[in-house]
């Protein structure tokens, strides 16, 4: 279902039915996602459609979550100077766009995903997260496309004493998502201290994807620096 | 050409003695005093001008306009102040004066200095920004503007609320979306018939459906209390601050509906009477 597509389509997949057809002088879009049902016009001579995975921070409105929270449901214990890389999943929330050559307009945005938030840290200082929770893979996983994305996280222990890991906090409006027929974020964590570390995402693109349109940047908010993850990974 | 110049040297040395001071001024330090007066100003908008585009990123828009205010004006008074000796105003007279109508001014205005502190203080200690659902002094609502001397609020009921500094300041303030997370809770009475640790069961099902009902810190659901009537079941629930009252209003309902669904019913009020029989007299 991801890719770039004229102002004359029809998608379905997984439950998930995008049409946008002539309708008189305009364009119809419509959008059917389980029970959720989007109908809208476009006014367009020139532009297409692009529909790619976004940042998994957007949906249910309004989002009080800027970050993501991956719990993994086995915990992994890292040695001090070690590194590793392993995969998780991560929930996908899918964005429409309609792009020409000066703008990118988000017309919809859905996912087929039921989202949950956390708090990470405690109440009076701590954050609101989306909270996802995911095996961890040493190979990619499968993954069912439209309602989960491969996640590939490099993870380094620079503090002196073994360290044990059960959840990842990163934050939506760094993230660089990639995609081709399933959605792609490739992240680090850099453990510094029992209960800091640096969280952070890696932009180059891989081999055979494409970039998805940031949708931070689409609404003009500007990006941060990495994340610092400052109450711990259990 | 010369001569032009040299009249009008003359008419600027001239003293205004119309003023009637025993040491009046001339047009040309008249002339002066307005120039300096003049690229006071410009420079106070210069300033004014850079410091609006400074500030805009690093500080709420209010705070930035107080500071703002203060320097601008800072700057007009002070280059009123010092070229004043320009048309032969001694200070010391001013001061003397000034210090009599500031004892003056100083009683009449201490409410509004108390004001003006407390406003500093606020913007210093920032116990509520603008946007935040807050509780001052028993006024609810919406923090819509704080300026220097006082708060304004848009009550619940839309109503235009302005507090003065020194009591918001003074006063009790709860501010609900400080704190990323906040706990709220409901209290659930079943039949002493029913199963509660099923009805517990399913409030957590619930519970676990709902987006903003947070996973951590999770919800806390226990038999509270054995009443009169009923089986008491507590539940407490941590939700986003900036959605609980969503949540609040919304799963009350549900409970009863969900609880319901699986037989298990919210009773009246009740009481066993043991009638006297022949057996009792």
Known sequence: MFGKYDLDVTLAEDGVKIVVEDAGKRKRYYRKCGKEEVEKFIHADTG?????????????????????????????????????????TFPVEVGVFLVDRKDVER?????????????????????????????????????????????????????????????????????????????YLHGFIKIQKRTVGDTGFISR???????????????????????????GFK | ????????????????????????????????????????????????????????????????????????????????????????????????A??????VIGFASQTVVSNLISGLFLVIEKPVKVGDGV??????????????????IRTYDG?????????VF???????????????????????????EKAISIIKKLLDDHPFVLHNPSPTIFVKNLADSSVEISIKIWSPSSCWYDVYTEMLWKIKVALEKEGIEIPFPQRVIWMAGKNNQ
């Open chain 1, 48 to 88: 297409r459609i692009v529909v790619c995975p976004v940042e998994p921070v957007n949906i249910p409105l309004p989002n009080p979550a800027e970050h993501l929270q991956i719990e993994l449901d086995k915990p992994l214990i890292v040695a001090s100077g070690e590194r590793d890389t392993f995969y998780t």
């Open chain 1, 205 to 231: 693109k891989p081999k055979d994807m494409h970039g998805s349109i940031d949708i931070h940047l689409a609404k003009g908010l500007k990006r941060l620096e990495n994340y610092v993850m400052e109450w």
């Open chain 2, 170 to 196: 003074s006063s009790h303030i709860q501010n609900y979306v400080a704190h990323g997370a906040r706990r709220f809770g409901y209290t659930v009475g079943i039949r002493y018939g029913d199963d509660a």
């Open chain 2, 98 to 103: 000034g210090g009599i109508l500031g004892i």
């Open chain 2, 1 to 96: 050409m010369i001569d032009i110049v040299a009249s009008i040297k003359d008419a600027l040395n001239e003293p205004i003695t119309f003023l009637g001071s025993n040491n009046p001024p001339t047009y040309g330090e008249v002339l002066e005093f307005f120039l300096i007066l003049l690229i006071g100003f410009i420079i106070a908008r210069i300033i004014r001008f850079y410091l609006r585009r400074t500030l805009k990123e690093r500080m709420p828009k209010n705070t930035a306009n107080n500071v703002i205010k203060v320097v601008y004006y800072g700057i007009l008074s002070i280059v009123f102040l010092i070229s004043l000796n320009l048309i032969h105003v001694s200070l010391s007279g001013l001061l003397v």
């Open chain 1, 107 to 183: 017309i919809d945005l859905f996912t087929k995903t039921k989202p949950k938030f956390t708090l990470y840290g405690p109440p009076e200082s701590g954050i609101v997260c989306k909270w996802w929770q995911s095996s961890i893979y040493s190979e990619p996983p499968k993954v069912k496309k439209l309602r989960e994305g491969v996640f590939k996280v490099d993870i380094r222990n620079e503090y002196h004493e073994w360290m044990e890991i059960q959840k990842l906090v990163f934050c939506g409006h760094e993230m660089k998502m990639f995609y081709n027929d399933h959605a």
């Open chain 2, 135 to 152: 509780d001052i002094d028993g006024v609810s609502g919406i923090v819509t503007d704080i300026r220097i001397l006082s708060t304004t």
């Open chain 2, 159 to 167: 109503i235009y609320t302005r507090i003065p500094n020194d009591k």
